[in-house]
């Protein structure tokens, strides 16, 4: 069918940005459609909220919420968040395009996978939860259909916080389960509470189901499965399929503990035992399993990549397809088996036909109340913390007349939500009355002064005029700025940073003498001229190569003056009769090799040559620049000695 008759948004310019091209998923709570960017000139994913989601003012709020927290989730393993944003009466979420097919689809061509192709799957879906767990967000739905294998073989995971944004809809109070039945953890079930761990048990639930080509648990209705995931334990793949190895039993089995506390304690943690279970496992498949590769190439966007499937309302008791995200009544799921007797079921039914018959006797008398004082008034929503605009226009939308003042400092409420409404919530207003919404400039910043030069007394004054604090005082050595005085500030001058933060300073501890002992004579001399000291020169005799600095005075990290005169000892050689370790023993004699000459190059990139060719390195910090300005020794050396680098 083609949908630019059939859907209104193909078509149209979301926030006169997004052109939307056509649709390509439908599910229960969103529809997915690609889309081009115009002001980026860029394809783009858009998920475009179902309206009976959209016109719910806490959904908004939450999704809102979680679009930035998830947008600020940087990981090749998930599918990137762009931008988020109303358009009239659509909300929307604008995503990296992905190209490819989900691992639901790859499930239904292939069947079950060879074991190191599942766990090749599994690990980035690990890697991608373990960064959304550190930065404090649960996916709460991990399931194959929210997994997209992409044309160039990469494993991108999809829809974080979508569920936790529709816990905060009208349609999910107390009592109401959400995810995805078939991989729901025993404490989603029960208590509709997700942590990390419960994201562990769903990719536990996905690995059995790549390794057996089914998921644990089957049955008529998702009651059914429920219950068999908060009664049962999952059982281990190799009771489905007898080839599994038992490192995957163990790691299955670990994974989906009923008990949260004796899983691995997030997705990283898991991913390390994945990891090492990938590297025992022999390399060429077993007799019996499959060893073609995922077919992902030259597929396209698949017909659900973003599924969410939902059951709609509380009493909705119609089965829907296991996979997809269900929003149900938690209520008599645990009290006997699903398959028990029924007349407890009718009995119930009865009592609550009674007792709707009494709520409707209620309303009836409410209403009729209402009627004879004409409903005059109303009451203010509350709208605190709210996003701004939709705020507005969910006040808007119940007849109010919406002013928005002033925006004001907070350090408490973000950016662009409601701060304060005038008259306040819960107030009793004529009908069409005009509220004043007062938004948050969210916390007051200030740009850090410019104290570069100053003494430290002047610059904690300048700091605290300022209206910040001085935080840690650190030394270092400067050959431009004069002792006592500040060199540079964390963070850097002209940053905005919240108003009463600390700013560290960095103090000079004056010009100090280099300590150049043990470096080449003409290298040392030519930096030391460089930075504007007089150099003399003596020689003696000593046991270490000729042309070594063997002393300075003054000596290295000593306080000086630019111009200062520095005398250098420099080793002439041996006395007569000295001979080198090397130069009486032929083999190590044979063993010399060439020093590659690394100055000037990059520290690390001098380092992995020098130890490449054979040698150890030292290194010493003479200016803090990270290139090296002298080597020694240069020329031949027996192999494995220490070659000593500054920089």
Request: charged share 20%; glycine share 8%.
């Amino acid at each position: 069918m083609d949908t630019t008759l059939t859907d209104p948004i193909v078509g149209h310019v979301l926030d006169g940005r997004y052109r939307v091209e056509s649709r390509i998923a439908r599910g229960g709570m969103a529809s997915v459609y690609l889309a081009l960017d115009v002001r980026l000139d860029r394809t783009v994913a858009v998920k475009v909220m179902h309206h009976t989601l959209a016109e719910d003012p806490q959904f908004v709020r939450r999704f809102i919420g979680e679009a930035r927290s998830v947008a600020s989730l940087s990981h090749p393993n998930v599918v990137q968040v762009f931008d988020q944003g109303t358009d009239g009466k659509h909300v929307y979420l604008s995503m990296e395009y992905v190209p490819g097919r989900t691992l639901r689809d790859v499930l239904r061509k292939r069947g079950r996978l060879p074991a190191r192709e599942a766990l090749e799957i599994v690990i980035p879906v690990l890697a991608a939860l373990g960064a959304a767990h550190q930065a404090g967000l649960v996916h709460r739905d991990v399931k194959p259909e929210n997994v997209l294998l992409t044309d160039d073989g990469r494993v991108k995971v999809v829809d974080f916080g979508l569920a936790r944004a529709v816990e905060a809809t009208n349609q999910t109070k107390t009592g109401i389960m959400i995810g995805t039945i078939g991989y729901m953890s025993p404490e989603q079930v029960t208590a509709g509470v997700a942590d990390s761990r419960s994201d562990v048990y769903a990719v536990g639930i996905m690995l059995f189901e790549l390794l057996t080509g089914r998921q644990p648990y089957e049955g008529d209705t998702p009651m059914s499965v429920a219950y068999r995931h908060v009664h049962d334990s999952v059982p281990v793949p190799s009771a489905v399929v007898g080839d599994i190895a038992p490192q995957l039993d163990a790691l299955v089995a670990a994974a989906t503990d009923r008990d949260p506390a004796r899983r691995p304690s997030d997705a990283t943690a898991m991913l390390v035992a994945a990891v090492e279970v990938h590297r025992v496992l022999p390399k060429t498949p077993k007799a019996g399993q499959h060893a073609a590769p995922v077919p992902v190439s030259g597929a396209t966007m698949p017909a659900q990549p973003y599924s969410t499937g939902q059951y709609l309302a509380p009493g909705h008791h119609t089965p829907a397809p296991a996979n997809h995200t269900m929003i149900q009544p938690r209520t008599d799921l645990l009290t006997a088996p699903p398959d028990g007797p029924r007349r407890g079921v009718l009995k119930r039914r009865s009592t609550w036909f009674i007792a709707g018959l009494a709520l409707l006797m209620v309303a009836g008398v409410a209403l009729t109340g209402w009627w004879f004082s004409q409903g005059r008034y109303t009451k203010v929503p509350d709208l605190l913390n709210q996003n701004i605009t939709v705020a507005k226009h969910a006040a808007e939308q119940q007849g109010f007349i919406v002013t928005v003042g002033k925006a004001r400092f907070d350090d408490r409420v973000e950016k662009d939500m409601v701060l304060e409404s005038d008259p306040v919530a819960g107030t009793e207003v004529d009908k069409g009355a005009r509220i004043t919404l007062i938004p948050s400039a969210g916390p007051e910043t200030v740009p850090v002064p410019k104290v570069q030069g100053l003494s430290e007394a002047d610059a904690r004054e300048a700091i605290g005029k300022a209206g910040l604090n001085v935080g840690r005082v650190s030394k270092t050595a400067s050959d431009t700025v004069a002792r006592g005085l500040i060199v540079k500030t964390s963070p850097d001058v002209g940053k905005r940073v919240r108003k009463n933060s600390t700013v560290n300073l960095v103090v000079s501890a004056g010009l100090l003498m280099p300590d150049v002992t043990q470096m080449l004579r003409d290298q040392a001399e030519q930096f030391l001229r460089e930075k504007g000291f007089n150099v003399q020169i003596d020689e003696t005799a000593d046991d270490t190569p000729p042309g070594t600095v063997i002393a300075q005075d003054p000596a290295g990290g000593s306080e000086t003056v630019a111009g200062a005169n520095v005398r250098l000892t420099v080793s002439r050689g041996p006395d007569q009769g000295f001979h080198w370790p090397w130069e009486n023993n032929g083999d190590q004699q044979a063993n010399l090799i060439d020093v590659p000459d690394v100055r000037f190059k990059a520290v690390q990139d001098a380092q992995n040559e020098l130890k490449a060719a054979g040698f150890k390195v030292k290194t010493r910090n003479l200016v803090g620049t990270q290139r090296v300005v002298g080597e020694q020794p240069l020329g031949q050396q027996p192999a494995g000695s220490t070659i000593m680098i500054w920089h």
